[in-house]
């Protein structure tokens, strides 16, 4: 019973090309992060977001950029696609409060070719 | 800073054996502990958290003790079934709760029949 959603489950692009990978939540709440997954099942936190207008970077934030001008919208943008781009990519979000556990989309599987 | 270490896998099991899969943490404080399980094609759902010292979470058979002696919170069930096949994340969040969860590298269960 996911309320968060993320567009496209799949999306095959050139490399150069400009993306962005959608993410919504429709439980209000105020932090949500995207996450690159390695093919090993590794998570690397890329950005995340504390509320309306805040952003932060992660581990692996270099090449894409994040905006949340809506609570419940977090999209991410690759401004100028690569292969070493094709990955996994995970949104997820939580409450403000302490021990508050993620609730993850099923992922945008990105494939550059 | 914080940081927290899982078994590596892949852990094959026969149906009904028993599972333990291993998470230690290095933190500051008291941050709550967390086990996430993804389903291959999906993202990450919660299996069960802890929140503070000797708490026991659980969930679907699956159990683990928030040990702050050990810094330990090592996932374990009974007897495995062939749908508990996925990769198992161990999770932390600081004391605060204001920076973002910290994984484990995940480890692979497969049960056989």
């Known amino acids: 019973e996911a309320d968060i959603y993320q567009t496209p489950r799949y999306l095959v692009i050139g490399t150069g090309k400009k993306i962005t990978l959608e993410c919504s939540q429709t439980?209000?709440?105020?932090?949500m992060y995207w996450y690159q997954q390695d093919p090993g099942m590794e998570l690397h936190l890329i950005h995340y977001?504390?509320?309306?207008?805040?952003?932060e970077k992660g581990d692996l934030s270099s090449e894409s950029t994040v905006s949340r001008i809506r609570t419940e919208h977090f999209p991410l943008t690759l401004e100028s696609a690569r292969p070493s781009h094709t990955s996994q990519y995970l949104c997820?979000?939580?409450?403000?409060?302490?021990?508050?556990?993620?609730?993850f989309g099923n992922g945008t599987r990105l494939t550059v070719t | 800073g914080d940081s927290v270490t899982q078994m590596e896998g892949p852990v094959t099991l026969s149906e009904e054996a028993f599972l333990t899969i291993n998470c230690t943490y290095t933190?500051?404080?008291?941050?709550?502990l967390f086990w996430y399980v993804q389903y291959p094609g999906e993202g990450l759902q919660l299996l069960l958290k802890?929140?503070?010292?000797?708490d026991k979470g659980s969930n679907k058979g699956f159990e683990a003790t928030y040990r702050k002696e050990t810094t330990s919170f090592h996932l374990e069930k009974g007897s495995v079934q062939v749908s508990d096949s996925a990769v198992y994340f161990c999770?932390?969040?600081?004391?605060?709760?204001?920076?973002?969860?910290?994984f484990g590298k995940g480890t692979r269960l497969s049960v056989i029949a």
């Open positions: 997820a979000s939580s409450e403000y409060s302490r021990g508050s556990p993620l609730h």
């Open positions: 439980m209000g709440h105020d932090k």
């Open positions: 977001s504390y509320g309306v207008n805040s952003t």
């Open positions: 933190a500051t404080g008291y941050p709550s």
């Open positions: 802890a929140t503070k010292a000797d």
């Open positions: 999770a932390l969040t600081s004391n605060s709760g204001n920076t973002p969860l910290v």
